[in-house]
């Protein structure tokens, strides 16, 4: 669906990197699969069921609505109906729930399972929970949300608009097989005037290995190639010293095995990540540079979302993520910070095979 001859609002992030119409005649490569997402959401039998852990979160329920305008989507969320009802109310929210969109209550039978969970890895990892009843509920929810989408029922969990992410990490992984059996990682997707720039980690306990690194690499890569803008990865020295020397071969091994999983990725590793990134203007907006680099792929945990945090403080980036890697594009973790507008782009990608994107990637 069109709107004065413009991309859907949920396309708003990948139409600001173009900057153009999705009706000129001369289409960038970026925006053709974008276009092809816009068919695809005209299309009844194309609508993914996407479920949101955090149902009583008013910019969930606000993109709820934006998704249901848009027919993009069709949204579930975890909760109390009665508290979603209050909550739509107080909001003056366009929705009716139980008609516009699915209301999951909490599942008693796996209450104990999930406060045992819960419980058990706060205390493994040693979290600092400031608020326990809050920690409960979103790692119930999530779980709850996860169990819908393992039996499935659903397409995609979009979780963490509230709490910490290994908070619902823990849950996912608990229940997803696909998260089991793969490396987890994840992949932050910037934007400013018309650079693209991903940054991508791993989520490990220990020290990513050749394989493992190789493995979110290839699987970023799917994600960059299903928006429309070719690959070319650059796998980053992102520590000093003397580690330096074996990350360094790490990171080449790792580049040897990307180019054998996917032979038409562009990768180098490694790369020093003053070198990857570029030149950032005095102005703090993004410069064209020499670098032909737009995925960054860190080592690791917690790294990509670093570099982010200090791109978005010295810069006009905007972001639509973090995509969880790993997932078979079954769940994301999202961050507290996130938008209304961010997670009606993020629900236009849950659920869906990226193949449906003409990715060029393996």
């Given at each position: 669906m069109t709107t004065n001859g413009h991309l859907p609002h949920a396309c708003s992030i990948w139409r600001a990197?173009?900057?153009?119409?999705?009706?000129e005649e001369a289409m960038p490569p970026l925006l053709e699969p974008i276009a092809q997402l816009s068919r695809l959401r005209g299309t009844l039998r194309s609508r993914k069921r996407v479920i949101f852990a955090e149902g009583h979160d008013l910019r969930v329920l606000r993109a709820i609505q934006?998704?249901?305008?848009?027919?993009?989507?069709?949204?579930?969320?975890?909760?109390?109906?009665k508290d979603i009802h209050k909550r739509i109310a107080e909001a003056n929210i366009g929705l009716?729930?139980?008609?516009?969109?699915?209301?999951?209550?909490p599942s008693d039978?796996?209450?104990?399972?999930?406060?045992?969970?819960?419980?058990?890895?706060?205390?493994?990892?040693?979290?600092r929970i400031p608020n326990l009843p809050l920690f409960i509920r979103d790692s119930r929810n999530t779980a709850s949300a996860a169990r819908i989408v393992d039996g499935s029922r659903a397409d995609c969990v979009i979780c963490g608009a509230s709490g910490e992410f290994s908070w619902h990490f823990i849950q996912l992984k608990e229940i997803l097989a696909s998260l089991q059996r793969r490396t987890a990682g994840t992949l932050h997707v910037l934007s400013a005037g018309e650079r693209l720039l991903c940054l991508s980690d791993v989520v490990i306990e220990s020290v990513a290995n050749p394989s493992q690194l190789a493995e979110i690499a290839v699987a970023a890569a799917q994600y960059v190639s299903a928006i429309g803008a070719r690959p070319?990865?650059?796998?980053?020295?992102?520590?000093?010293?003397?580690?330096?020397?074996?990350?360094?071969?790490?990171?080449?091994?790792?580049?040897?095995?990307v180019k054998t999983m996917a032979a038409d990725v562009d990768v180098d590793g490694p790369v020093a990540l003053r070198d990857a990134i570029g030149a950032i203007g005095g102005s703090g907006r993004a410069q064209r540079t020499s670098t032909r680099y737009n995925v960054l792929v860190f080592s690791r945990t917690g790294i990509a979302a670093t570099v982010r945090d200090v791109l978005r403080s010295n810069s006009d980036w905007s972001e639509v993520g973090p995509f969880l890697l790993g997932a078979a594009n079954r769940a994301h973790i999202v961050t507290p910070e996130i938008s209304s507008e961010a997670l009606v782009d993020m629900a236009s990608f849950a659920g869906r095979c990226l193949d449906e994107f003409n990715s060029s990637v393996g």
């Open positions: 990197i173009c900057g153009r119409s999705a009706t934006c998704i249901i305008e848009e027919q993009s989507a069709i949204p579930i969320v975890v909760g109390h109906e009716r729930a139980g008609h516009d969109l699915e209301v999951v209550e039978e796996f209450e104990f399972s999930d406060q045992w969970l819960a419980y058990s890895s706060a205390q493994q990892w040693k979290w070319r990865i650059a796998l980053c020295l992102d520590r000093c010293g003397k580690d330096i020397l074996s990350l360094g071969d790490k990171l080449h091994a790792a580049a040897q095995i």
